[in-house]
């Protein structure tokens, strides 16, 4: 049984340009939420998709954003990179709501030079 | 500033012995959860707890949730280096969106 997937696994991308990220959950689960975690910190809750739709949303600017298909898969999107963006972005998946833990895939590093 | 606050940062203990981390809130959370984080690798769900006072063993591992569901504590007996790793509380708030602490940084030297 796949958990979640996450690609690329590595991306390294300059300052003010736009970045996509991928998740597919692990199978069952309905609902995907994305963190970002920077070097030596806890994850950092950007947003929730559930049936389609961002239902939370973290203290995250506009310049992330976020989609979920019909196979409960998602994008994280990101413009106008900032070197401050640099981090490791996690995907969850859950049933909504996640009372019972998330499955969190192995993330994507991205650098941004 | 972090809603959840977890404490030691760093620990570093020899094989054999027996340590306690803690998370600690202003906050009250309808459940809280526990991971552990490797490196290069997202974070693994160790246990969830929901009600005030509970308490949760899973192997080594011993889990509490406070009375009052603002804090919790982790409690290992006779570390192993393959407990080694960032451990992770995590509380829910609204059932929807969980808040991360900073984690505690454990290393079990063999």
């Known amino acids: 049984d796949a958990g979640v997937t996450q690609s690329p696994t590595h991306l390294i991308k300059t300052r003010g340009q736009q970045v996509t990220l991928r998740c597919s959950p692990k199978s069952g689960h309905d609902t995907v939420s994305w963190y970002q975690q920077a070097l030596g910190q806890g994850p950092q809750f950007i947003f929730q998709?559930?049936?389609?739709?961002?239902?939370q949303r973290g203290n995250f600017p506009d310049r992330f954003s976020g989609h979920q298909f019909p196979n409960y898969s998602s994008e994280l999107n990101v413009n106008a990179l900032l070197l401050g963006d640099s981090a490791l972005y996690l995907c969850a998946s859950s049933l909504r709501p996640p009372n019972y833990g998330y499955t969190f895939g192995s993330g994507t590093r991205l650098t941004v030079v | 500033t972090q809603l959840l606050e977890q404490s030691p940062q760093f620990l570093s203990i020899q094989e054999g012995e027996n340590l306690t981390v803690y998370c600690n809130s202003s906050?009250?959370?309808?459940?809280l959860q526990w991971y552990r984080q490797e490196p290069g690798e997202g974070p693994v769900l160790l246990v969830t707890?929901?009600?005030?006072?509970e308490v949760k063993k899973l192997k080594r591992l011993t889990f509490q949730f406070g009375d009052a569901r603002k804090d919790s504590s982790l409690h290992i007996t006779a570390a192993q280096p393959g407990d080694t790793g960032l451990y992770l509380c995590?509380?829910?708030?609204?059932?929807?969106?969980?808040?991360f602490g900073s984690g505690t940084k454990l290393n079990v030297k063999p």
């Open positions: 995590a509380g829910g708030k609204n059932f929807n969106k969980f808040y």
């Open positions: 707890v929901v009600t005030g006072g």
């Open positions: 998709y559930y049936e389609e739709e961002e239902r």
């Open positions: 906050s009250v959370f309808s459940s």
